[in-house]
């Protein structure tokens, strides 16, 4: 299958079955997955999206394989963006935000749920959907002798801003690198955790550090980067993302997206932002 024009058409079908399309040239494949060749193909997506974004769909398919969000019934501005509460699959990026008074509901405490010592702080909070996972994760982490610690999970827009002031002061060239502009963070979907490794400081040399791309390097890191899928965690920021993200690589940031995507994405080296773009019937919203 030809990786860079593979698509799920299956939930457009579902979600907007009135919808008329374009003649699509989608071949069946083996359960669960559809491909369909694209008109365009870019290697990385415009900053700016096009038209040739917009991705035709086949109304004859029927069946979802995972529990896609359900198509924008109308593309409006990603400031004024506010996902549905049971929608997993946002798509986040540098160009496509959300709107900064978005706060998902049912945000839970972790260190109620874990280890003192595997939570940062009791501010750590995330959505109910990925505490089992996480918890679960953070267990079979401990009990093969790991020591990972939850660093940050969900961040309101105005400390999104707090980070992002802070960056730009100590790194004003690429603070639009390192840290997602405010609104455009998806610490605000309350489904994305950092992870920290104790094996950090001494192997980058800095007894402050936190987040480092040497994370992949640690034992923590490592496991992560195996297991993380088997709880439906993705990894948001692959090196290779950044053309599509606008981030740059963060071995320590997972994102729940369910374990069957998670395992799909892992599995067929595809990246999340990747997939949910080429996924899309419309542009998730106009930047
Ligand atoms: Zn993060």
Redesign the pocket.
Known sequence: MNRTLTLFLLFLAACAPERAFPSPTATILPAPFVAVTRAASPSAPSPTPSAAAVIPASPALTATPFPLPTADPVVIACNQRKPAADDLLVVITAAFGISPEYVPKGLLQLDQYLPYSAVYSPQVRVRKVLVEPLVRLIKDMRTAGLKPVIR?GYRGYHDQVATYERWQQENPDRAGLISAIPGHSE?QLGL?V?FYSPELPDLVGDPAMVYHSAFDETSEGKWLAQNAHRYGFSLSYPLEAQAWTGLTY?PW?FRYVGVELATYLHDSGQFLTQFLLESRPVLPCVP
């Open positions: 940050s610490h994305a950092d963060e940031h």
